[in-house]
């Protein structure tokens, strides 16, 4: 069984307010120019999947997903 994570930076529309962002404890998150970054390590697609899911039944807007080199860290 593989144990390695995986880095993700994902960048959504608006400023999101400490409430909101607290609803993603497996980032960090910071703003830049009026959006949110959240960046952070996932164990696997399925946790991916999971906070994709959170950012569309929060009614986000999903601007951008890069999944970080592999030696980066999160």
Same mark, same amino acid.
């Given at each position: 069984?593989?144990?390695?994570?995986?880095?993700?930076?994902?960048? *959504?529309? #608006?400023?999101?307010? %400490?409430?909101? !962002? +607290? @609803?993603?404890?497996?980032? &960090?998150?910071?703003? =830049?120019? $009026?959006?949110? *970054?959240? #960046?952070?390590?996932? %164990?696997?697609? !399925? +946790? @991916?999947?999971?906070?994709? &899911?959170?950012?569309? =039944?929060? $009614?986000?807007?999903?601007?951008?997903?890069?999944?970080?080199?592999?030696?980066?860290?999160?």
């Amino acid at each position: 069984m593989n144990d390695a994570r995986t880095c993700y930076t994902i960048r *959504v529309d #608006r400023e999101l307010g %400490p409430g909101v !962002a +607290a @609803l993603f404890p497996e980032f &960090t998150v910071t703003h =830049d120019e $009026g959006a949110t *970054v959240m #960046r952070g390590s996932l %164990p696997d697609q !399925a +946790a @991916l999947h999971g906070v994709l &899911t959170r950012i569309r =039944d929060l $009614g986000l807007t999903l601007i951008a997903l890069a999944r970080e080199n592999d030696n980066s860290e999160c």
